[in-house]
C-alpha cells in the first residue's frame, strides 16, 4: 500500500508515506526527527512491514493447481501486540508463514528502532501503522464483499496484484520466483509434513538472520544455510533440514565440504573453477533450535579456521567445542 521514505527539511529528517490515492500518487509525513540516523531504521523497517503486509493480500495462492486467497491473520499484528504471537504459528504454507516470520521481525525492528526517539514520533509511527492496517482492512473488504467503502481524505487505494510497496529487491522472499520455489518444496506433502517443515524453516530463518554479512546465507528453497567465512581455505560449512518427503522426515545434518579445483594442476586460491565436494557429515539425532545453530554459526564465523580442524574429524569422533558427532566421512 506504501512507501516510505526520508527527505531533509528545515535541518530535520520528515519520514514521508507516499501512496496512491484516488486521484494519483500522495504523500504525507509521517513525522519528523532530528537526524537521519534516527530515521533510517525506522523507514527500513516501515517499508518491509508494508511490503510484508500487502504482498499476501495481492498474490494468489496457486498451489496444487488451484486460485485461492492468503489467509489475512496477520494485519491484526500491525495494531494489536498480542496477535504477533500468531505470525510466529500456524501451518498454512511455507511461503505465507516465512512472509510472518518476517514481519513479525520487521515490527520487532520497529520497536527496538522506536525506544530510542520521543514519545511523540513512537505515537505519529503506532497512527501510521493503524492507518495502513486499517486503509488495506477497508480495500479487502471492498475486494471480496463488493461494498463501497467510504470516500475519505487521504484515502490509500489498493489494486490486487499491483502492490504499490518496495519489496522487489527490497524483500526477495516476497518476490514470485522465491514462492514458487517453496510451493514446489511443498508439493505432495500431508498436513503433519507441512507443519513439520515450517517449524524448520523458522528454524532457519531465525538463526541466519542473526548473520546478516556472513557470505553465503539462507538457501530457503532447499531448507538450508550457506556459510563459506573468509579466510577458510575453500572450505565451506552448510545445514540442512529434512524435506517434506525425505525418507527420515526428522533427520537434519550438518556438512563440512570443500571447492576443489577443476584443473588439478591448480591451487585453490588460484583456480578458475572449482566444484563443491563433501569432506564429513553429521547426522543429527534431534532437531536444533535456532540458539544451537547460532553457536555453530558464531564460531565459525568467529574462527574460519575451525572448519579445516573440523574437516579431519573422523566418524564417531566431535567436532571440536561442540556436540556434533561425525556420521560419515569422504574422499575428494
Same mark, same amino acid.
Request: charged content about 25%.
Given at each position: 500500500?506504501?512507501?516510505?521514505?526520508?527527505?531533509?527539511?528545515?535541518?530535520?529528517?520528515?519520514?514521508?508515506?507516499?501512496?496512491?490515492?484516488?486521484?494519483?500518487?500522495?504523500?504525507?509525513?509521517?513525522?519528523?526527527?532530528?537526524?537521519?540516523?534516527?530515521?533510517?531504521?525506522?523507514?527500513?523497517?516501515?517499508?518491509?512491514?508494508?511490503?510484508?503486509?500487502?504482498?499476501?493480500?495481492?498474490?494468489?495462492?496457486?498451489?496444487?493447481?488451484?486460485?485461492?486467497?492468503?489467509?489475512?491473520?496477520?494485519?491484526?499484528?500491525?495494531?494489536?501486540?498480542?496477535?504477533?504471537?500468531?505470525?510466529?504459528?500456524?501451518?498454512?504454507?511455507?511461503?505465507?508463514?516465512?512472509?510472518?516470520? !518476517?514481519?513479525?521481525?520487521? =515490527?520487532?525492528? @520497529?520497536? &527496538?528502532?522506536? /525506544?530510542?526517539?520521543?514519545?511523540?514520533?513512537? #505515537? *505519529?509511527?503506532?497512527?501510521?501503522?493503524?492507518?495502513?492496517?486499517?486503509?488495506?482492512?477497508?480495500?479487502?473488504?471492498?475486494?471480496?464483499?463488493?461494498?463501497?467503502?467510504?470516500?475519505?481524505?487521504?484515502?490509500?487505494?489498493?489494486?490486487?496484484?499491483?502492490?504499490?510497496?518496495?519489496?522487489?529487491?527490497?524483500?526477495?522472499?516476497?518476490?514470485? !520466483?522465491?514462492?514458487?520455489? =517453496?510451493?514446489? @518444496?511443498? &508439493?505432495?506433502? /500431508?498436513?503433519?509434513?507441512?507443519?513439520?517443515? #515450517? *517449524?524448520?524453516?523458522?528454524?532457519?530463518?531465525?538463526?541466519?538472520?542473526?548473520?546478516?554479512?556472513?557470505?553465503?546465507?539462507?538457501?530457503?528453497?532447499?531448507?538450508?544455510?550457506?556459510?563459506?567465512?573468509?579466510?577458510?581455505?575453500?572450505?565451506?560449512?552448510?545445514?540442512?533440514?529434512?524435506?517434506?518427503?525425505?525418507?527420515?522426515?526428522?533427520?537434519?545434518?550438518?556438512?563440512?565440504?570443500?571447492?576443489?579445483?577443476?584443473?588439478?594442476?591448480?591451487?585453490?586460491?588460484?583456480?578458475?573453477? *572449482?566444484?563443491?565436494?563433501?569432506?564429513?557429515?553429521?547426522?543429527?539425532?534431534?532437531?536444533?533450535?535456532?540458539?544451537?545453530?547460532?553457536?555453530?554459526?558464531?564460531?565459525?564465523?568467529?574462527?574460519?579456521?575451525?572448519?579445516?580442524?573440523?574437516?579431519?574429524?573422523?566418524?564417531?569422533?566431535?567436532?571440536?567445542?561442540?556436540?556434533?558427532?561425525?556420521?560419515?566421512?569422504?574422499?575428494?
Amino acid at each position: 500500500m506504501t512507501i516510505y521514505s526520508q527527505h531533509a527539511n528545515r535541518g530535520k529528517t520528515q519520514i514521508l508515506a507516499t501512496y496512491q490515492g484516488p486521484d494519483g500518487v500522495e504523500s504525507t509525513t509521517v513525522t519528523s526527527l532530528a537526524t537521519s540516523v534516527l530515521a533510517v531504521p525506522i523507514v527500513d523497517a516501515l517499508n518491509r512491514i508494508s511490503a510484508l503486509t500487502t504482498v499476501p493480500a495481492s498474490v494468489h495462492d496457486r498451489r496444487g493447481d488451484g486460485v485461492a486467497h492468503y489467509p489475512m491473520k496477520h494485519l491484526a499484528a500491525l495494531t494489536d501486540l498480542t496477535a504477533r504471537a500468531d505470525l510466529l504459528s500456524g501451518a498454512h504454507s511455507l511461503w505465507y508463514e516465512y512472509a510472518c516470520l !518476517e514481519l513479525h521481525q520487521a =515490527l520487532t525492528d @520497529l520497536d &527496538e528502532a522506536l /525506544t530510542v526517539v520521543p514519545e511523540p514520533v513512537r #505515537i *505519529a509511527v503506532n497512527a501510521e501503522l493503524n492507518t495502513e492496517a486499517g486503509q488495506l482492512s477497508d480495500a479487502l473488504v471492498e475486494y471480496s464483499e463488493g461494498t463501497s467503502v467510504p470516500e475519505i481524505e487521504g484515502r490509500r487505494t489498493w489494486d490486487f496484484g499491483q502492490p504499490f510497496v518496495t519489496y522487489d529487491g527490497g524483500v526477495e522472499m516476497l518476490s514470485r !520466483e522465491a514462492r514458487e520455489q =517453496l510451493d514446489r @518444496l511443498e &508439493e505432495g506433502a /500431508t498436513p503433519e509434513e507441512r507443519e513439520r517443515t #515450517i *517449524a524448520n524453516l523458522r528454524v532457519l530463518v531465525t538463526a541466519c538472520s542473526r548473520f546478516p554479512d556472513m557470505l553465503g546465507g539462507l538457501e530457503e528453497a532447499h531448507l538450508a544455510i550457506f556459510a563459506e567465512p573468509y579466510d577458510s581455505d575453500g572450505y565451506y560449512l552448510s545445514i540442512h533440514a529434512p524435506k517434506p518427503g525425505d525418507d527420515d522426515t526428522d533427520c537434519w545434518d550438518v556438512e563440512i565440504g570443500r571447492w576443489v579445483p577443476d584443473d588439478p594442476d591448480e591451487d585453490y586460491e588460484d583456480c578458475s573453477s *572449482a566444484t563443491g565436494s563433501a569432506v564429513v557429515r553429521c547426522v543429527l539425532p534431534a532437531s536444533p533450535g535456532a540458539d544451537e545453530i547460532t553457536d555453530l554459526l558464531t564460531r565459525v564465523e568467529g574462527q574460519p579456521d575451525l572448519l579445516a580442524k573440523w574437516a579431519e574429524t573422523r566418524v564417531g569422533g566431535v567436532f571440536e567445542g561442540t556436540q556434533f558427532v561425525v556420521t560419515e566421512c569422504y574422499e575428494y
